[in-house]
């Protein structure tokens, strides 16, 4: 059954009603669970949840987190390679009617400079982004860009746009072994107004392309919903479904949630429900109790401030110092960012401030050599 399928088992209107009719003793009864059910899961993203429940799922989200995870965070770096898009994405800084923004995919020579720039900072993993604009940035580009960069990380992710097995096969062939893809929204009746022209309006390929990158063989799949597009709560519900659907099917490989939260005004794009600090901290726990296993990222979106209080909650990666602008790190490419940094220190200052909490910073579990690859 594809995640399609399982996703239509879940109606969004029954789901809102059950979130708001949880009681109290439901909540107390989800956090004495060791496993939890997607019943119990949906009782601690309640909205009723009260502050003591909340101090308690949190404390058993940081247990939890110390136990698999010990004290480390792997930390990793985008480099945006293109911003030309083919899609109207209401919320986004590179959609194809931003006339006016600058368009650049990057040559050979601006790849290996950003790379090499990432490289001197300690970097060991790293995220590629594009649009999806083939012509410019397609799977042969990415192709060549692996091929380019691969001397120097042991670690290499997508994010680009969605694609068929056979072409992650390709792409998992040269050294890509991670995917990150998020959904934006689950609400499939919300998507095609946010979506409204090129291929990503094509809801359901996009929600199977984690599925196909796991039957290729990619070793990490990451997903999340931007918060605030829809309503948030069906959106983290639906996510940890999601992840725990490409869990068990995809056993070897390691599943990722995201968090990216939607500002206000964000490229001038209004969001339905601004998620406060308590409520994605609250979601954050219920999907850390529900997904032992799963990594939880948070990006440099969030304000330093709350990252480095999220972080004994449940994060397990985290980027740092990044830049969304193709070429930014080298060049004078400062504007055409996707979106807003909010943390903006050094990975350096990271590192010491992982170091200060009791943190290892990991640049690197993962090498290819593991696979009988070259690094
Ligand atoms: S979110 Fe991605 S697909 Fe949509 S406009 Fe931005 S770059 Fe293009």
Redesign the pocket.
Known sequence: MSFYTLLQQYPASDLKKRLYEISPEDIDRALSQQKLSVADFICLLSPKINNDQLETLAGIAHRITSQRFGRTIQLYAPLYLS?E?????K??????D?HDLRRKTLNDDEILREGDHLHRQGFRHILL????APEAAGVDYLEHAVKLLSAKFSSLSIEV?PMSRDDYQRLEHVGIDGLALYQ?TYDQRLYPEL?PF?P?SDFRYRLEAPERAGEAGLRRIGIGALLGLGDYLTDAFYTGLHARYLMHRFWRTQVSISFPRLRPAEGGFAPRSIVTDRQLTQLICALRLFLPDAGLILSTRESAELRDNLLPLGITQMSAGSCTAPGGYEGDEGDGE?FAISDHRSPEEIRVLLAERGYEAVWKDWDGAFLGQPE
């Open positions: 911003n898009c083919h899609n109207g994405c919320y986004c800084g590179f959609s194809a931003n982004l594009t649009g999806e746009f934006e979506h090129g990503k996707q």
